[in-house]
């Protein structure tokens, strides 16, 4: 009663009918929830994934990643992927698939528990130091090069260099791992008006393939 007391007192005093102050309470109190709603959504959406180290810097943002973030994360994805130990290998997944888009999460993770368990049974240990990572910013893709070496029983079994091509997503401004690629070769060809193209063969990574390729095991 108080209420429309109170409305029917403003619509004397100000000349505006009271359905008026009516509607603009509601739209008013419609205003406050979606910049509630919008803003608890931001508070979802903006999280920015970083490797423990940053060395330059960098901007993300929900409509694209800088060269220099895709070339900081790639070296990270690397090494939580190829720098394991028969203590360390469980974490570093466990790490590697929390940043894995679900359309890769399956695959990813099968080859992980493979390698896991061909690390801990022959007591092997590899370590991917990363030499060069160039990175393409219109499909987030980064080339990465480096040199793998395999350890078993602390002696060193192998050392080969390796190139792997990363794919990210940007899923509202965050992070997401879509593909890790083995570059085998790549081939230039002759294009028209003299310019060349550079193709890239690739396969799906395979850790516990690799390993087991080299002298000590299977």
């Known amino acids: 009663m108080k209420t429309e007391n109170m409305l029917s007192e403003l619509a004397i005093r100000t000349g505006i009918k009271v359905f008026f102050w009516i509607l603009l309470g509601m739209s008013i109190a419609v205003n406050l929830f979606l910049s509630a ?77 493979l390698n896991a368990l061909w690390v801990k049974k022959n007591n092997v240990s590899t370590t991917f130091s990363a030499t060069e990572a160039t990175a393409d910013i219109s499909d987030n893709t980064v080339s990465i090069r480096g040199v793998f070496e395999v350890k078993r029983n602390n002696t060193l079994v192998e050392q080969k260099d390796r190139e792997l091509l990363i794919s990210f997503k940007n899923n509202y401004g965050t992070l997401q791992l879509l593909s890790i690629k083995e570059v085998q070769k790549r081939v230039t060809k002759a294009e028209p008006a003299g310019q060349e193209k550079s193709e890239v063969e690739t396969e799906d990574v395979e850790i516990s393939k690799t390993a087991t390729e080299f002298k000590g095991g299977n």
Do not use: H
């Open 37 to 113: 709603t919008l803003l608890f959504k931001g508070t979802i959406v903006q999280t920015t994934l970083t490797p423990p180290e940053i060395r330059r810097s960098m901007t993300v943002s929900n409509i694209a990643f800088s060269k220099e973030y895709l070339e900081e994360m790639a070296p990270y994805t690397a090494y939580l992927l190829l720098n394991v130990t028969p203590k360390t290998v469980d974490y570093q997944n466990s790490q590697l698939l929390k940043i894995v888009s679900p359309d890769y999460k399956d695959a990813l993770e099968r080859e992980l528990s």
